[in-house]
């Protein structure tokens, strides 16, 4: 853990804009922390000191800024540990985390690492959590890519604002995630499709082989089957997330009683059984519920009889 002393002192030159103070203070927790074996923490600041030059860090801060109608920069909070994934996925996950933190060492054997990768599946059950979490376990920011200032009306522009978006990607080290992939790399031999829709596609996946290893590629579709053909050859990694059996449904529904700090009502068991074909997604919004109707029936609330009203209200649903 970084001294304390060399935080205040940081932030407080920060507020005060002394610049060359502020980058004095940032070199001395990387030699801190590389002292204390903290390599990875050291080298993301090098980068970042080394990316905002003299001026300090809102430079870098205003370049995504003036990228706002395109890009949402999220900050990656997930972890891989927290999610609950089948064993070929966590470890497809792990390996591209590790290859972007070793990328020195692949380069010395003229390797580069992977950077692209497609996920799959149905919605709710953890695509936008895995780009998170690969983004956050890379200590890597996010940038997503926001299809409402990216595609226009206009001949042209939509493709002009794609490469916009790669240019802006390609000079840092960061994770450029789409989801909905669908939306922009739709299937180029569908007849209904447009000419501009064909170009659009096009000029995505050239800009998709141009990338620099440097930059993680993620695309989440729950929807693979109307995806380009040559889309899916442009990503080293395909992987596809599950919706959860019932022993995944117990386990997770476990977790998030130990996460809530109590009981939701009925076993896990019970709840996996009578949830069947519920997302993750759906699977926490069930269990958020329980506790929350629950915390505003105190003193007098009944935890099982409210589970099991909510899961009456589930299964109408579910039926409509």
Not at 11 to 23: I, K, L, N, P, S
Not at 65 to 90: C, F, K, T, Y
Not at 166 to 180: H, I, K, P
Not at 261 to 287: C, I, K, N, V
Request: negative net charge; aromatic residues 6%.
């Amino acid at each position: 853990m970084a001294r304390s002393d060399l935080i205040v002192d940081m932030v407080e030159a920060q507020r005060r804009g002394d610049a060359t103070r502020f980058r004095l203070v940032v070199e001395a927790l990387i030699a801190e922390e590389r002292s204390n074996q903290h390599h990875l923490v050291a080298d993301r600041l090098s980068e970042i000191i080394t990316s905002a030059g003299t001026s300090g860090l809102p430079a870098r801060d205003a370049a995504a800024q003036g990228m706002g109608d395109l890009l949402h920069e999220i900050v990656p909070r997930v972890r891989l540990a927290s999610l609950h994934l089948n064993a070929d996925v966590a470890t497809a996950a792990a390996e591209i985390v590790e290859e972007q933190h070793r990328s020195e060492l692949l380069r010395s054997h003229d390797i580069e690492p992977r950077n692209r990768v497609l996920l799959e599946g149905a919605p709710g059950n953890g695509k936008t959590s895995l780009a998170e979490a690969i983004a956050a376990e890379a200590m890597l920011p996010m940038y997503a890519v926001r299809y409402e200032g990216i595609v226009s009306s206009f001949l042209g522009e939509t493709a002009g604002r794609i490469d916009q978006v790669f240019e802006f990607a390609r000079t840092r080290r960061c994770v450029l995630f789409f989801d909905e992939f669908d939306t922009i790399a739709k299937e180029r031999a569908d007849e209904h499709e447009t000419g501009e829709i064909k170009r659009v596609v096009s000029t995505l996946l050239l800009q998709i082989d141009r990338l620099p290893a440097h930059v993680v590629v993620i695309a989440a579709t729950n929807h693979s089957e109307l995806l380009d053909r040559a889309a899916w050859r442009r990503f080293q990694l395909r992987l596809a997330l599950q919706p959860p059996s019932r022993a995944d449904a117990a386990a997770f529904l476990d977790s998030l009683r130990l996460r809530f700090g109590g009981q939701l009502g009925l076993a896990p068991r019970t709840l996996a059984d009578r949830l069947a074909g519920a997302s993750y997604a759906e699977l926490e919004q069930f269990a958020q519920d329980v506790r929350r109707r629950y915390v505003l029936s105190l003193p007098d609330g009944d935890l099982t009889a409210i589970a099991k009203s909510r899961l009456q209200q589930w299964r109408t649903q579910a039926h409509r």
